[in-house]
T-cell receptor, first 115, second 116 residues
Framework: EAGVAQSPRYKIIEKRQSVAFWCNPI?????LYWYQQILGQGPKLLIQ????????DSQLPKDRFSAERLKGVDSTLKIQPAKLEDSAVYLC?????????????FGPGTRLTVT | KNQVEQSPQSLIILEGKNCTLQ??????????LRWYKQDTGRGPVSLTI?????NTKSNGRYTATLDADTKQSSLHITASQLSDSASYIC???????????????FGRGTQLTVWP
């Protein structure tokens, strides 16, 4: 089965610019996550979708970050305007709904550099 | 506060040698614990998963152990290879509402470098 797809793989922008990331989850996975991973740290959950509804966005900086998952499949994460501290890898993951043992499958990530 | 702590932060070993990575957690109640491997420039990939009742799980040269009483886990790598160079992340799933939602608690990872 195809894995989680993300694009672009790399992005370099200047501070105060805007950027958008795209994620296509594994087919049939109702749950989709966006994580921010700063160098040397574990992933930090930004937002979690169940189908096209938001389940948890408590750690999303809503003044500059937004995400949507129209039609419950693909998702986009946007940063507007970007700050230097947003430099990180943005990981998308998906999972089947249900039991705690179900694995999250991660995409390759988008490495964002803000200059 | 639910936390996952890993040690060491980084480790360098020679090819062919064994090593052990440690994970301590305070997540409670606890559902399962996974070890993920994250190669540079890639997303994490699950190596092993252990539930509360399991105390060891193997995946090839990787063997994970779990002591649910002391809330400690270890990942032992045998006969290391250059391809084992990666970050190894300990991830805990709570046994609460968050578990069915897939909420995870991540450690910071141990960066392993294997030298020829």
């Amino acid at each position: 089965e195809a894995g989680v797809a993300q694009s672009p793989r790399y992005k370099i922008i200047e501070k105060r610019q805007s950027v958008a990331f795209w994620c296509n989850p594994i087919s049939g996975h109702a749950t989709l996550y966006w994580y921010q991973q700063i160098l040397g740290q574990g992933p930090k959950l930004l937002i979690q979708f169940q189908n096209n509804g938001v389940v948890d966005d408590s750690q999303l900086p809503k003044d500059r970050f937004s995400a949507e998952r129209l039609k419950g499949v693909d998702s986009t994460l946007k940063i507007q305007p970007a700050k230097l501290e947003d430099s990180a890898v943005y990981l998308c993951a998906s999972r089947r709904s249900g039991g705690a043992s179900y694995e999250q499958y991660f995409g390759p990530g988008t490495r964002l550099t803000v200059t | 506060k639910n936390q996952v702590e890993q040690s060491p932060q980084s480790l360098i070993i020679l090819e062919g040698k064994n090593c052990t990575l440690q994970c301590n957690y305070t997540v409670s109640p606890f559902s399962n614990l996974r070890w993920y491997k994250q190669d540079t420039g890639r997303g994490p990939v699950s190596l092993t998963i252990m539930t509360f009742s399991e105390n060891t799980k193997s995946n090839g040269r990787y063997t994970a152990t779990l002591d649910a009483d002391t809330k400690q886990s270890s990942l032992h790598i045998t006969a290391s290879q250059l391809s084992d160079s990666a970050s190894y992340i300990c991830v805990v799933t709570p046994a609460d509402r968050g578990s069915t939602l897939g909420r995870l608690y991540f450690g910071r990872g141990t960066q392993l470098t294997v030298w020829p």
